[in-house]
């Protein structure tokens, strides 16, 4: 999958800008504050329907405008497809695929499809379980709009069951209420679980061979699924833990046990990098997750999804550098940096100055 074509507008510090990327390596150059990692976020954006930097429209949209929007064009194998995102001040966002308004936001999925490594992803290794439950959810929705529903039925599903605990805790006679919301979660949880165990297994099996070239074959990288429900990945699973912790989800007005307690243990060399990694190991570990997740996705959508590098080249050494650069062959890919001789002798098809807020084709 290639973008063709991007427009901002009143996107973050971008009156308005457009830009037409080639298929091989795109930079963005620039100072700091200038704007780089803004156009990346808009392109993710038209990927995941989400910022990676925040949760809310209202910070997307520039100073002082009341509407924003962002327009992606992309060539893939079975033709052309374009996204659209319009976000207002005040009330509801809408997506438009090739010009048509959609009603379900999971059917952006899969149209413009990107894999992002920002600084923001040291935080997947060293940060606590939300992390990564979200890197997962992140990776697995652009491939697969079912896990996405279901994500979002359990989303309903926790929340009502969580309202009922606290009905129950002040009045003991409504625990019945439980029984509707514990069988909706567990049927929602046990997809949520079955599609997880198989993603991390692949993207495990990709990333040791990942980070073995990237780490000069010096470590070994292993990624495991910990699922909260550990007696099985199906519904009665899910419904007897659930079940099990009524009481105890009682007394403290939350849910104890389900997938969104579940967690990834990411290990190097056998050992779980986020309590013993050091700081390069723990950024390699990262690094490889997110090119494993480019070739996951690749398996899964018979192409590559465009990948782009935030700010990634000044923190690594000149040996994975070069490794990271011999993996973009036949990718398209947008990298910002603040000097061009971080670029490790990367092919560059086109690079833009990033200057307050405007792009200038160098
Ligand atoms: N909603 C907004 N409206 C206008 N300007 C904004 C908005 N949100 C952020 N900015 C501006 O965007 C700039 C940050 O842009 P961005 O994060 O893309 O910079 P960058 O070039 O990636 O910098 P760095 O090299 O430090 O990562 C800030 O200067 C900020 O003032
Ligand atoms: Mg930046």
């Known amino acids: 999958m290639i973008i063709t074509r991007a427009q901002l507008n009143n996107y973050r510090s971008y009156a308005s ?9 795109n930079v963005l150059l620039g100072d700091n504050g200038q704007g780089k990692t803004n156009v990346l976020e808009a392109l993710y954006v038209c990927c995941t329907g989400r910022s990676h930097r925040t949760r809310q429209d209202r910070e997307l949209i520039r ?9 992606v064009e992309a060539q893939r194998r079975d033709g052309s497809h374009e996204v659209e995102i319009l976000m207002p001040a005040m009330g509801r966002r809408r997506i438009k695929i090739a010009g048509q308004e959609i ?6 999925m899969g149209h413009v499809t990107g894999v992002l490594f920002s600084p923001e992803d040291l935080r997947t290794v060293k940060d606590g379980p939300a992390e990564r439950r979200r890197f997962v959810d992140m990776a697995l929705s652009q491939i697969k709009p079912a896990y996405y529903y279901a994500l979002q039925r359990y989303a309903r599903a926790l929340k009502q069951r969580n309202e009922a605990l606290k009905a129950v805790a002040a009045q003991p006679a409504f625990m019945a209420t439980l ?5 909706q979660l567990a049927t929602a949880g046990a997809e949520l679980m079955r599609h997880r165990r198989a993603y991390v297994e692949q993207l495990s099996r990709t990333a040791s061979e990942t980070h073995r070239d990237i780490a000069d074959g ?10 909260s429900v550990t007696m099985g990945d199906d519904a009665q699973s899910n419904l007897e833990a659930l079940f099990g912790a009524r009481e105890n989800d009682v ?5 104890t ?3 969104h307690r579940d967690d990834v243990q990411i290990l190097v060399e056998g050992r779980d990098v986020r309590a013993f990694g050091s700081q390069g190991q723990q ?14 996705m690749r398996e899964q959508l018979g192409e590559w999804p465009m990948l782009m590098l935030d700010d990634v080249m000044s923190e690594l050494d000149p040996g994975r550098r070069r490794q990271l650069v011999s993996h973009l062959k036949g990718i398209q890919t947008f990298i910002t940096c603040t000097d061009a001789e971080d670029l490790a002798g990367a092919e560059v098809g086109r690079t833009w100055r990033v200057e307050n807020g405007a792009l200038r084709e160098a």
């Open 63 to 71: 100073w002082g405008e009341d509407f924003a929007s962002v327009k």
């Open 103 to 108: 009603s379900r936001s999971g059917e952006l």
């Open 257 to 259: 046990v389900g997938a």
């Open 218 to 227: 010096r470590e070994k990288l292993e990624i495991r699924y910990l699922p």
């Open 283 to 296: 950024r390699t570990a990262a690094l490889s997750m997110r090119l494993s997740e480019l070739d996951v």
């Open 17 to 25: 800008c457009e830009l037409a990327p080639c298929e091989g390596v």
């Open 179 to 183: 029984d509707a919301w514990d069988e």
């Open 251 to 255: 007394r403290r007005m939350t849910t």
